[in-house]
């Protein structure tokens, strides 16, 4: 079992920074594969950035490519988002999801574990 507990959403002007953090507990972090989710309203979760288990291999979803970054501190048990170049239309619920498997995972069905998420607004 990992719980998983996301921290560090708000409300930024468009063009702003913010830096989303997701701190797990239960099983070995190292393990698992992990991503980063996000839901506006009435649309469906789309994927944002996952990164391997390893750390090593890390894939953006074009939306968010050369804006986002997805890393990962093994001894801190916390793997996080840096968000520049912010967007309105990136406003939504976020959420940290770990995947039993080691590379990179693009899908909701990858992911076993979920937390609660996070609420990112961007003004503009």
């Known amino acids: 079992q990992v719980q998983l507990v996301e921290s560090g959403g708000g409300l930024v002007q468009a063009g702003g920074s913010l830096g989303l953090s997701c701190a797990a507990s239960?099983?070995?972090?190292?393990?698992?594969?992990m991503g980063w989710f996000r839901q506006a309203p009435g649309k469906e979760r789309e994927f944002v950035a996952s990164i391997s288990s390893s750390g090593v291999a890390t894939y953006n979803a074009d939306s968010v490519k050369g804006r986002f970054t997805i890393s990962r501190d093994k001894a801190k048990n916390t793997v996080y988002l840096q968000m520049n170049s912010l967007k309105p239309e990136d406003t939504a619920v976020y959420y940290c999801?770990?995947?039993?498997?080691?590379?990179?995972?693009?899908?909701?069905?990858?992911?076993?574990?979920w937390g609660p998420g996070t609420q990112v607004t961007v003004s503009s």
């Open positions: 239960g099983r070995t972090f190292s393990n698992y594969a």
């Open positions: 999801a770990a995947s039993r498997t080691a590379g990179v995972v693009t899908t909701t069905s990858g992911y076993t574990y």
